[in-house]
């Protein structure tokens, strides 16, 4: 990318009620005009945590949300993994969780991620 890029505001009104979707394929068309943005998604393994159900814990399921993940990467069999604890040090999260009969371990994690492979400053209106 172009170190001298800078930062804009982008200002557009759409000249009709439009869904959210359509309003995602406008702003996708405005970056890929304007700015000759191209990007592509691709999933990579990163770091995270698994969230399992404790050896002896007699309970019914992982509950599907925990709080402070800000990255849910899924659930399968009785195990949900995170990308990120929003700061909380593992071993606190797992004397909490150790309540529910829970616990929280080092795991590969599949994350999706946006790749800007290419972007050029603005053409004029």
């Given amino acids: 990318m172009p170190d001298d890029l800078g930062a804009y505001d982008i200002d557009a009104v759409a000249s009709s009620l ?3 979707g359509q309003m995602r394929a406008m702003l996708r068309t405005l970056l890929a005009e304007r700015f000759h943005v191209i990007v592509r998604q691709e999933t ?4 995270g945590y698994a ?3 404790s050896s002896g814990f007699r309970g019914e399921e992982v509950p599907p949300r925990f709080p402070g993940p800000r990255s849910w990467a899924g659930r399968q069999a009785g195990t949900a993994t995170y990308r990120e ?3 909380m ?5 797992n004397r909490a969780l150790a309540a529910l009969g829970l616990v929280l371990k080092p795991q590969r994690v599949s994350e999706d991620t946006i790749v800007v492979q290419h972007v050029e400053k603005p053409t004029a209106n």
């Fill in 18 to 20: 439009a869904s959210e």
């Fill in 44 to 47: 990579r393994e990163v770091a």
């Fill in 51 to 53: 969230m399992r159900i």
């Fill in 85 to 87: 604890l929003w700061g």
């Fill in 89 to 93: 040090d593992v071993g606190v999260a």
